[in-house]
């Protein structure tokens, strides 16, 4: 099976501008969660998808938002872009929406605001 | 909100030495999950635990659940193994798992020839 794919894999951004990134899970993977990596802060929760709805959201305001589609591909989009936004975007696919449930990643987004 | 500490934050090692890295946790959990991150990003699950030990190749992962701790060993060490090695945990009370991972700072770890 092909692993986690995500695009684009790298994004120059100005501040106010906002951005869409793209998560393909694993064939059959139905559940996906986002996470924010940065030197700070580390990784960090965003938000979770499973058969196209939001079942969690990490603590991160509103202009960060996401959405799920039939096929399991989710979109995550940052409206309002910060300088702080600037960060790795990882997403992660498993089969089911159980926290014992092995999670794979995908190669990340890494975007910089300008 | 769990809090998970991992330790040590940076290990520089001989090859062939064997490496243990500490987590521990604050708050229950269901799950607690290895990963490696290598230069670049990619990120890499090595084990998910939820009880005893798992062993694959020269890993090795305990958790002690009473303790609320768990340790990665790597045994025999190699160059290839430099990366770092993320703790995470979801699930039961610490507010993960449903409500996403929380993650440790990463444990920074080099192996010399």
């Known amino acids: 099976k092909a692993g986690v794919t995500q695009t684009p894999r790298y994004l120059i951004k100005t501040r106010g501008q906002q951005v869409t990134l793209s998560c393909s899970p694993i064939?059959?993977?139905?559940?996906v969660s986002w996470y924010q990596q940065t030197p700070g802060q580390g990784l960090q929760f965003l938000f979770e998808y499973f058969s196209e709805t939001q079942r969690n959201k990490g603590n991160f305001p509103g202009r960060f938002s996401g959405r799920q589609f039939s096929n399991s591909r989710s979109e995550m989009n940052v409206s309002t872009l910060e300088l702080g936004d600037s960060a790795l975007y990882l997403c992660?696919?498993?089969?089911?929406?159980?926290?014992?449930?092995?999670?794979?990643f995908g190669p990340g987004t890494r975007l910089l605001v300008l | 909100k769990n809090e998970v500490e991992q330790s040590p934050q940076n290990l520089t090692a001989q090859e062939g030495e064997f490496i243990t890295i500490n987590c521990s946790y604050s708050v229950g959990i269901s799950a607690l999950h290895w990963l490696q991150q290598h230069p670049g990003g990619g990120i890499v699950s090595l084990f998910m635990?939820?009880?005893g030990k798992k062993k694959h190749g020269r890993l090795i992962a305990t958790i002690n659940i009473q303790e609320k701790h768990s340790s990665l060993h790597i045994t025999a060490s190699h160059p290839r193994d430099s990366a770092v090695y993320i703790c995470a945990v979801g699930g039961g009370d610490s507010g993960g798992g449903a409500d996403g991972l929380t993650f440790g700072k990463g444990t920074h770890l080099i192996i010399q020839p």
């Open positions: 064939s059959g993977h139905r559940s």
């Open positions: 992660a696919s498993s089969d089911q929406h159980r926290e014992e449930e092995t999670q794979y």
């Open positions: 635990l939820s009880s």
